[in-house]
């Protein structure tokens, strides 16, 4: 890679088909919300393409720090935060030839560990298909479960108060309909007892035995 001066690398970018990121990043400068503007990090943009050089391209940091968006990384110093930022994957990665020589002596193979980190070993694929859906949905997983379950719940949200409502009473007490007609006819009764009792006090013989009581 050309990275002599700022304008050998842009070229190189561009001829690398980072010309597309590269305007987008600069489309989407704007000044950043809240107080955060105030603290020294007024402007925000989108994150752009990732450098990453080796020892031979040490002149790369003076030739991209005035390209907005281009962000560098020494080989040994790679990271997930670098190479996924804010956890999306797929970030557009350059690499120059002596970084790309470089990492399998800083990361190591499957066949021979790294010279650079200490016991360190690149981890193994544990699945062969990582297609998680078509693993769920295969003939092998699906008649190992069980059938699906209804739920019986009523789909009425409205939370019915029995003291008021005879149905619910009813389902939470049903000895409730048996109580009310008791009631009922304890009350009607007693209305029958009171309307007798008054009917003979007011009979000619009812006021005849008032006066001789006095």
């Known amino acids: 890679m050309n990275g002599e001066n700022t304008k050998g690398l842009l070229a190189t970018l561009n001829k690398f088909g980072c010309g597309d990121d590269l305007s987008k990043v600069r489309r989407s400068k704007q000044i950043r919300q809240g107080t ?8 925000v943009m989108r994150k752009g ?3 990453i050089y080796g020892d031979g ?4 940091r003076k030739a991209a720090r005035n390209l907005p968006g281009v962000d560098l990384c020494h080989v040994s110093r790679l990271n997930v935060l670098q190479l996924a930022p804010g956890g999306h994957l ?11 020589r470089a990492l399998n002596n800083t990361f ?7 010279t650079e980190k200490n016991r360190y070993h690149l981890n193994r694929h544990v699945m062969n298909c990582a297609d998680l859906s078509r693993i769920i949905n295969s003939d092998q997983v699906q008649q190992k479960l069980r059938s699906q379950r209804t739920s ?3 789909h009425d949200k409205t939370k019915k108060n029995p003291l008021k409502n005879k149905a619910m009473m009813l389902r939470l007490n ?5 109580r009310a007609e008791l009631i009922a006819k304890r009350e009607a009764d007693r209305h029958n007892a009171r309307a007798k009792t008054l009917k003979d006090k007011r009979s000619k013989a009812g ?4 006066h001789t009581r006095t």
């Open 57 to 60: 391209s040490a002149n790369l």
């Open 207 to 210: 006021r005849a035995a008032k």
């Open 108 to 114: 190591g193979t499957n066949k021979a560990e790294c």
């Open 90 to 100: 797929g970030r557009f990665c350059v690499f120059t030839e002596d970084a790309f």
């Open 36 to 43: 955060g503007k105030y603290r020294n990090s007024r402007y």
């Open 174 to 178: 049903p000895f409730a309909k048996k």
């Open 49 to 51: 393409p990732l450098v």
């Open 152 to 154: 019986q719940r009523s």
